[in-house]
């Protein structure tokens, strides 16, 4: 990058950056303006706006408001009060949105649990967040029972829709709640430093842990994108992500409703219709992650992809490759790719469309930007440190963990953390590059390059990427050993190739007779379907668990190529419902993309 060059991007930079600061200049961490009080003002401003449109159905936004005030008005019934937490267990559809505004309009906390939940992870998420209360979308009771023998409390469940017991049915329970704006009394005494929400993170280390999204955080969110993005009341934005996330339900979603515009919720993510639901919503932005371009991509070509209205999108994790076929094919010339941490403070954002980016940071705004790479052991992820025992800042090019400064008095510098404090302590380092500093640890490896662009290159420690969805090794490895027949299970991804992230591949050690077909049936009742290792490699029974960890690596070179592999692979089938023998054949499907995983 040449002078004029690097001038020009400085000049898009600092221009995007005064924008985001200028939407977001009145959130601070004690203010009395809330995340419902904005919400409000827009239902009121924008009330014969549309503000979700779902399979054929339009909502404004006074539509949206008086069904949260309805949900807000019912909880209260039920005894909801301030900071009490209601758990929401649902699939994308309006009524995810409206629930959650209207708990958080009488002061409370609603928990987002991922959808594919059920047995020990979904009650570990009621109990930590002490849920008084659980929402449920459509048959999801049989998620709801097999989880009800870990749970700390007896907490009530609801069904909205379908596959509700008797007396257990909230859509007949609603019929005669009323749609008035509840009184703001319930939430007076808070300020934007309270929570809000619940989102949960894998982390690094065991079941799911509930990030503190406070007011604050929440607010910023919603309203970072939308001045990068320039949305105005006309944009439909297009979210296919889980609104039990945070890009989906809350950066997309703010994207849309901070500029009056419009969220086309979609169910799931489906490739083949894509485009043709774009063109019919009229859609002119959307929400992805790395996969959804690949998805697309992978597609053959077809002139919808060229008749829809779409501008720009935003999201994380597009790879370099896919990212060029995807403007050249679709004709979208602004990608916002970024990056951010549920629960972190390190956030960044590519605003010119350098391919590949997640960001940058000029020298001219270093300092309100606060992300630093710093040398760590690759290995083991240990910190490395100089001889005065400060952190070591990687030079341009050099992989290294990006870390945060944490400012309690700035909202963007602050950490939030987990529900459970004790979970936090690994998240915090400190004594930095000067004595008494603190900053965030992200476990994300990262480089920058001369220009100080930044790219994302992969997890450090215990987790990988699946599916859009971080995945611990520790709690799979623990689903796999609870089963008879398992004597020990190491659990790591793998590189697939034409897929982003790693697929789980867990190396065991057996009894004999093991029953692959029940052991299928195990994972699938204990883990979401993202976290279900794909590929099982047999060790040698005279292994011990120390040289099993010291193995690890060349575990993970060797993958699940048969002609590396000295011993028995096994490959997940769905339609067989077992892990089946891993052949040459099912391998080389796998690298051409016949067979999916």
């Known amino acids: 990058m040449n002078f004029v060059q690097r001038l020009k ?81 649902m699939g994308n559809r309006p009524d995810f949105i409206a629930i959650w505004l209207g708990i958080v309009k009488l002061g409370a906390r609603c928990a987002l649990i991922n959808n594919q939940l059920a047995a020990t992870p979904l009650a570990h998420c009621l109990n930590i967040v002490d849920a008084k209360l659980l929402i449920m979308g459509d048959a999801r009771w049989d998620q709801y029972v097999s989880a009800k023998p870990h749970m700390n409390e007896d907490t009530p469940a609801w069904v909205l829709g379908k596959g509700a017991p008797e007396g257990r049915n909230l859509e007949d329970a609603l019929v005669q709640v009323s749609n008035a704006r509840p009184d703001k009394t319930p939430r007076s005494e808070l300020v934007a430093k309270d929570v809000a929400l619940y989102i949960f993170t894998s982390g690094t280390t065991g079941l799911p842990k509930a990030a503190r999204m406070t007011h604050a955080r929440c607010q910023t969110m919603m309203r970072s994108i939308m001045p990068a993005c320039k949305s105005v009341p006309e944009d439909r934005v297009m979210v296919s992500l889980p609104l039990y996330h945070a890009t989906g339900g809350l950066v997309a979603v703010g994207c849309a409703f901070m500029a009056g515009a419009a969220v086309v919720i979609e169910r799931k993510f489906s490739p083949s219709t894509f485009w043709e639901t774009a063109i019919e919503t009229g859609a002119t932005n959307f929400v992805y992650i790395g996969e959804m371009g690949r998805f697309l991509m992978n597609c053959a070509p077809k002139p919808q992809e060229r008749q829809h209205k779409i501008t720009r999108c935003f999201g994380n994790g597009l790879r370099a490759d896919v990212w060029r076929e995807l403007v050249a094919r679709t004709g979208i010339s602004r990608i916002y790719e970024f990056y951010g ?3 972190g403070n390190v956030n960044l954002l590519n605003l010119d469309g350098k391919v590949g980016a997640i960001g940058r940071i000029p020298a001219l705004v270093r300092h309100r930007l606060p992300t630093r790479l710093i040398r760590v052991d690759s290995q083991s992820g240990d910190v490395l440190r100089d001889e005065d025992g400060f952190c070591i800042e990687t030079k341009p090019e050099e992989v290294g963990e990006a870390i945060g400064k944490i400012n309690p008095n700035d909202n963007r510098g602050r950490f939030e953390g987990y529900r459970d404090k004790s979970k936090n302590k690994n998240k915090i380092l400190t004594n930095v590059f000067e004595k008494g500093d603190a900053y965030f640890r992200t476990g994300d490896l990262m480089r920058r390059d001369k220009d100080q662009y930044f790219f994302f290159v992969d997890r450090l420690g215990d987790t990988y990427r699946w599916k859009a969805e971080n995945v611990s090794t520790n709690e799979v490895s623990e689903v796999l050993s609870a089963f008879d027949g398992v004597k020990l299970a190491n659990v790591y991804g793998v590189e697939v190739q034409g897929h982003e992230g790693r697929a789980g591949m867990a190396a065991i050690q057996i009894e004999e007779g093991l029953d692959f077909a029940a052991l299928w049936a195990h994972v699938k009742t204990q883990l979401p379907e993202f976290a279900r290792p794909v590929f099982l490699r047999l060790l040698d029974s005279g292994r011990t668990t120390e040289s099993f960890k010291f193995k690890k690596v060349e575990l993970v070179e060797e993958g699940f190529n048969p002609e590396k592999v000295d011993t028995e692979l096994y490959i997940s089938s769905k339609e067989l419902e077992t892990f089946e023998v891993l052949t040459p054949q099912i391998y080389a499907d796998v690298l051409s993309g016949k067979r999916r995983v």
């Open 9 to 89: 991007s400085d000049v898009t930079y600092v221009r995007g950056l005064l924008r985001i600061l200028n939407s977001t200049s009145d959130i601070t961490p004690d203010s009395s303006n809330l995340l419902p009080d904005d919400w409000e003002r827009l239902a009121d401003t924008y009330s014969e706006n549309v503000a979700i449109i779902f399979e054929g159905q339009s909502l404004t936004y006074r539509d949206v408001e008086l069904r949260a005030n309805v949900f807000a008005n019912w909880a209260k019934s039920q005894g909801i009060q301030k900071g009490d937490c209601v758990a929401l267990l």
């Open 341 to 343: 941490a549920t629960e």
